[in-house]
T-cell receptor
């Protein structure tokens, strides 16, 4: 059974700091891995999708890496801003469904 | 191209009533997935449907919950005789008609409150 873990559950950083969010998963037989952002009471915004054959994806200040053999992914956020404050979810896809971690709630202090 | 649409966005039901949640996938998508997010918990897969077929319902509670995706119209998640523990955000996602590593696109969710 696939399990996805995101630690820590919450993180607070000062504005401007570069930061790394970690995600680990137990079963390496995946199609892809997605990082999402969720604001309180809102839906999911897809940030980056990494296919199992890829090592990383970049979008603006975000960079996500995938090491499938070790069951790890990281989301790197450069020059963090207060507007980055949200919960970041990692999800892996195997067969039909996504398995989600519980998320990391990020607070960027002005 | 409109995104995944869900309605209603908020739904309040009394215990024992029925709840019907609707999901219209993105244009050209024929695969629909339902997920549930309970308070203080992560999103959990419920069911995966294609037009007129349930492909994987391994995450669906055994009683009171059902889902359909008819040939015409939206996908429906139906909860009969709701209880307080059904209060959650229900998200629908869709993907193109192919298996493998296609991205799932999420709707804004329906927040169900059972009083």
């Amino acid at each position: 059974k696939q399990e996805v873990t995101q630690i820590p559950a919450a993180l607070s950083v000062p504005e401007g700091e570069n930061l790394v969010l970690n995600c680990s998963f137990t079963d390496s037989a995946i199609y892809n891995l997605q990082w999402f952002r969720q604001d309180p009471g809102k839906g999911l915004t897809s940030l980056l999708l990494i296919q199992s054959s890829q090592r990383e994806q970049t979008s603006g200040r975000l960079n996500a890496s995938l090491d499938k053999s070790s069951g790890r992914s990281t989301l790197y956020i450069a020059a963090s801003q207060p507007g980055d404050s949200a919960t970041y979810l990692c999800a892996v896809r195997a067969n039909s469904k996504l398995t989600f971690g519980k998320g990391i709630t990020l607070s960027v202090r002005p | 191209n409109a995104g995944v649409m869900q309605n209603p966005r908020h739904l309040v039901r009394r215990r024992g009533q029925e709840a019907r949640l609707r999901c219209s996938p993105m244009k050209g998508h024929s695969h629909v997935y339902w997920y549930r997010q309970l308070p203080e918990e992560g999103l959990k897969f419920m069911v995966y449907l294609q037009k007129e077929n349930i492909i994987d319902e391994s995450g669906m509670p055994k009683e009171r919950f059902s889902a359909e995706f008819p040939k015409e119209g939206p996908s429906i998640l139906r909860i009969q005789q709701v209880v307080r523990g059904d209060s959650a955000a229900y998200f629908c996602a869709s993907s193109p008609p192919a298996t493998g590593g296609h991205e799932q696109y999420f709707g804004p969710g329906t927040r169900l409150t059972v009083t």
